[in-house]
């Protein structure tokens, strides 16, 4: 139970190296034997030199790099019962036992579904000769921690995700460039940020960046938008202002759940106002560069309770992720998180803004 496997899955965010890192070392420094599997599911259903043995240094110098080293991917032979046997196969003869899986809902669902059919995937193995009773013998069970990764702060358990935080001051710093022109041409800016189904990103830009107009998929536009946001508009104009900056979240839409785009936006802006306009999609670029310091000191912190946990949790213990609760790192239960993170996703789609705002919140 002293061998360990970590992955990145799903999209990928700043500060995941970080976490990479501080797993790696610490389970390293607890005596653990420490494997990184690369390209995520992917790589645990290849084997060979997907999954290679970590040293100290391996995960020298990441820190200050974003994306992640060990790569990721959406994979879909992973939801097969045929990939998770193969993956059984690889961790088996490597008698990895423990897994630290850094990603967003879907990873880690798909964790626990492994972690389910375990016993199942063994026997099976075992009956047909892949793998030695003594290889069986010793891995009865794996244990999953997870860690979320993601720019979109969008999982329901942690007051943050890893990334987001980047994310976020890549955004303020693009915003920051667009103001400067905005103001010598007098133009109106719309700009698009990412966020998928969650407005976190657009929201906290906007009153971090003093924006005068921000739409999110949790907060639908009325019929009348278009009048309401050309009232502040050529309010702030009136007021002595030489520019506008809008955001506008990827998932925006109106009461009706009709998508709101950057160029609605502005289409709507150019008509009613004749302001000169432009759109902005800021899209991949917040999500690569280097992570800011929260992000690495999360990573870090998160990486490290992750090993700790690891290390106490028996059998019958529910898988946990690691969160961040205040300026603390706690653990909570795995398929209630995501649970809860589903039933917001659920409560949006059925146009519920209420009660997926009241589930988002953390307990
Ligand atoms: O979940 C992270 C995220 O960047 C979302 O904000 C965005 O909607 C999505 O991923 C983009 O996905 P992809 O990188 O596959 O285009």
Redesign the pocket.
């Known amino acids: 139970g002293r061998t360990l496997a970590i992955y990145t899955s799903g ?1 990928d965010s700043q500060g995941m190296n970080s976490a990479v890192r501080s797993i790696t070392r610490m389970a390293i420094y607890c005596g653990c034997k420490v494997y990184l599997i690369f390209e995520g599911y992917e790589g645990m259903i290849e084997g060979g030199d997907f999954i290679k043995e970590a040293t100290w240094n391996t995960v020298s110098d990441i820190i200050q790099q974003g994306g992640t080293i060990i790569g990721s991917a959406r994979s879909a032979a992973f939801r097969t019962r045929e990939g998770r046997l193969k993956a059984a196969y690889n961790l088996l003869t490597r008698g990895i036992g423990r897994l630290v899986c850094i990603g967003g809902d879907g990873s880690l669902t798909g964790a626990n579904q492994f972690r389910l059919d375990w016993t199942d995937l063994v026997k099976e193995l075992l009956a047909g000769g892949q793998v030695t009773e003594a290889q069986a013998k010793k891995i009865p069970y794996i244990q999953i921690v997870g860690l979320v990764g ?3 702060n969008d999982f329901c358990g942690t007051d943050m995700t890893i990334g987001t935080d980047s994310a976020l001051q890549r955004i303020i710093s693009s915003i920051d460039a667009v103001v400067a022109t905005a103001q010598s041409h007098q133009r109106a800016f719309i700009i698009e940020v ?3 189904h969650c407005g976190y990103l657009a929201l906290v830009a906007a009153l971090a960046s003093e924006a005068d107009f921000c739409f999110i998929p949790e907060w639908p536009a009325p019929e009348n938008w278009r009048d309401v946001l050309c009232d502040k508009l050529s309010q702030m104009r009136s007021e002595g202002q030489r520019l506008n900056i809008v955001i506008v979240a ?1 998932g925006a839409i109106d009461r009706d759940g009709k998508p709101i785009t950057a160029d609605d936006v502005k289409n709507a802006v150019k008509e009613k106002l004749k302001y000169d306009t432009r759109v902005t999609v800021l899209g ?1 670029v917040q ?1 690569g560069g280097a992570p800011s310091a929260f992000d690495r000191l999360l990573g870090c912190r998160m990486g490290a309770e992750a090993v700790f946990a690891l290390m106490e949790m028996t059998e019958t213990d529910e898988p946990c992720v690691i969160s961040i609760d205040g300026n603390t790192m706690v653990r909570v239960p795995l398929l209630k998180c995501v649970e809860r993170t589903q039933a917001v996703q659920k409560a949006m789609a059925e146009k519920d803004w209420t009660t997926a705002v009241m589930l988002r919140g953390r307990s």
């Open positions: 999209g993601s720019i979109d990412m966020g998928r990827e991949h999500r």
